[in-house]
């Protein structure tokens, strides 16, 4: 089964060596995503948590659009999130980006991210038999 990486220049590059999200094609296709953060294409990172979630659900459906997949095809959603966020926030943007759409989701609160600006990131995993 190849593996494709999957970068969109319409989000910034990894903040290190790994990939955005890595797209498994054969009989279904899987699409793993590393820990999407809250970098916007310009390189800034919002200072509030839910203007961070924001981002980076705008990043996952770029991810997912270069994937040719959409947000329905997501099964799994893991978040990260730093101490003394308002946790409400975080989900309400997972919720506004579903709409009726369901997935598996684990929400952890963890000491720290890799960046300080970082309160927050997202991995998911999607997949689309088409």
């Known amino acids: 089964m190849p593996l494709v990486p999957i970068n969109p220049t319409e989000i910034a ?3 290190a060596k790994y990939e955005h999200a890595v797209l498994a094609e054969g009989a279904s296709r899987i699409l793993h995503t590393s820990g999407i953060v809250p970098v916007k294409p310009d390189g800034t990172v919002p200072e509030n ?3 961070q979630a924001e981002v980076i659900w705008q990043n996952i ?3 997912l659009k270069e994937s ?3 947000i329905t095809d997501i099964t799994l959603v893991t978040t990260y999130v730093v101490p003394g966020q308002d946790l409400s926030e975080v989900m309400a943007a997972r919720d506004e980006t579903f709409g009726s759409h369901q997935a598996a989701s684990t929400l952890l609160v ?3 991210l890799a960046q300080k600006s970082w309160k927050m990131e997202i991995s998911v ?6």
């Open 13 to 15: 590059p990894p903040a």
């Open 49 to 51: 948590i839910s203007d």
């Open 61 to 63: 459906s770029e991810i």
């Open 68 to 70: 040719a997949m959409k």
């Open 110 to 112: 963890v000491a720290q």
């Open 125 to 130: 995993v999607a997949i689309s038999d088409s």
